[in-house]
């Protein structure tokens, strides 16, 4: 997938088929990070940790529902992308462009975490089977889409 | 925080509205977003520029200092903004928390 031309109300990116199904195939997981991942607090130092814990969770349910949606939206609804000679075109707006990038790093990440959250400064390898592998695969293909995704929003050609 | 003007006060209950008598500061909330080895850099730098509406300088600065030093101060503010911008922070995705100052 690179991006071919983009102004101040749209980005045009251009995909082969594979990489079409391929992009569909990491945003039909989302959303993967569970809900109660995120923390408000480390220390639990402040007023009414569970009250605000709450809200945070319910928050961000919502949100992900939402995110939920536009997914759906995407996949299934025409004028999204549009078939070419060579491939398919996706066009998308700056906020649709923000808005897929935190759908597909909740993947990445819900990624991480299902592959036991490997840290190489913590030595925490991941343990390689044959489960794990489609984990190891969605996380990095998230994090390529993410890549081309963010260079049309800096400017910056990608090839 | 002053820890020796009012020890009969519980901490993180009624404290908020009160002024530090030692700094003179209004109590606040430390936004921290804390390192890990999945969010790429060039991710964290642009959430840091969306949230905080800072220039990508500042916001290098601060995703290499999550980067190298495992975890960064992004703004201290009151409780409302604090917990504003762990949702803002955690709707990317990013390790973020607020702690009090």
Redesign the interface.
């Given at each position: 997938m690179k991006l071919i031309r983009t102004n101040r109300k749209k980005s045009i990116f251009e995909l082969s088929l594979q990489e079409k199904n391929l992009l569909d195939e990491v945003l039909k997981l989302y959303p993967l990070?569970p809900a109660t991942h995120?923390?408000?607090?480390?220390?639990s130092?402040?007023?009414q940790?569970n009250d605000?814990q709450r809200l945070?969770e319910e928050?961000?349910t919502a949100?992900r529902e939402e995110n939920r949606k536009y997914v759906q939206a995407m996949l299934h609804q025409p004028g999204h992308f549009e078939t070419t000679t060579s491939g398919e075109q996706l066009a998308l707006s700056g906020p649709e462009i923000?808005w897929l990038?935190?759908v597909l790093?909740?993947v990445?990440?819900g990624s991480?975490i299902a592959l036991g959250s490997?840290?190489?400064?913590q030595d925490k390898k991941i343990a390689f089977n044959k489960k794990l592998l489609p984990h190891f695969r969605m996380?990095e293909l998230a994090?390529e889409f993410?890549?081309v995704f963010?260079d049309a929003?800096?400017g910056r050609a990608s090839g | 925080m002053a820890t020796t003007a009012t020890p009969e006060v519980l901490p993180g209950i009624d404290r908020d509205e009160e002024t530090d008598s030692q700094t003179g500061r209004e109590p606040g909330y430390l936004v921290i977003c804390w390192n890990d080895p999945v969010n790429l850099m060039d991710y964290v730098t642009h959430v840091f520029q969306v949230v905080f509406g800072w220039q990508r300088q500042k916001a290098e600065v601060h995703m290499l200092q999550v980067h190298n030093q495992g975890k960064s101060v992004l703004v201290r503010e009151s409780m409302e903004k604090a917990e504003f911008y762990v949702h803002q922070l955690q709707k990317y995705t990013l390790h973020a928390t607020m702690e009090r100052d």
């Amino acid at each position: 997938m690179k991006l071919i031309r983009t102004n101040r109300k749209k980005s045009i990116f251009e995909l082969s088929l594979q990489e079409k199904n391929l992009l569909d195939e990491v945003l039909k997981l989302y959303p993967l990070v569970p809900a109660t991942h995120h923390r408000l607090s480390r220390k639990s130092n402040i007023a009414q940790p569970n009250d605000h814990q709450r809200l945070l969770e319910e928050s961000l349910t919502a949100q992900r529902e939402e995110n939920r949606k536009y997914v759906q939206a995407m996949l299934h609804q025409p004028g999204h992308f549009e078939t070419t000679t060579s491939g398919e075109q996706l066009a998308l707006s700056g906020p649709e462009i923000e808005w897929l990038l935190q759908v597909l790093n909740d993947v990445r990440v819900g990624s991480w975490i299902a592959l036991g959250s490997p840290d190489p400064d913590q030595d925490k390898k991941i343990a390689f089977n044959k489960k794990l592998l489609p984990h190891f695969r969605m996380m990095e293909l998230a994090g390529e889409f993410e890549m081309v995704f963010l260079d049309a929003l800096t400017g910056r050609a990608s090839g | 925080m002053a820890t020796t003007a009012t020890p009969e006060v519980l901490p993180g209950i009624d404290r908020d509205e009160e002024t530090d008598s030692q700094t003179g500061r209004e109590p606040g909330y430390l936004v921290i977003c804390w390192n890990d080895p999945v969010n790429l850099m060039d991710y964290v730098t642009h959430v840091f520029q969306v949230v905080f509406g800072w220039q990508r300088q500042k916001a290098e600065v601060h995703m290499l200092q999550v980067h190298n030093q495992g975890k960064s101060v992004l703004v201290r503010e009151s409780m409302e903004k604090a917990e504003f911008y762990v949702h803002q922070l955690q709707k990317y995705t990013l390790h973020a928390t607020m702690e009090r100052d």
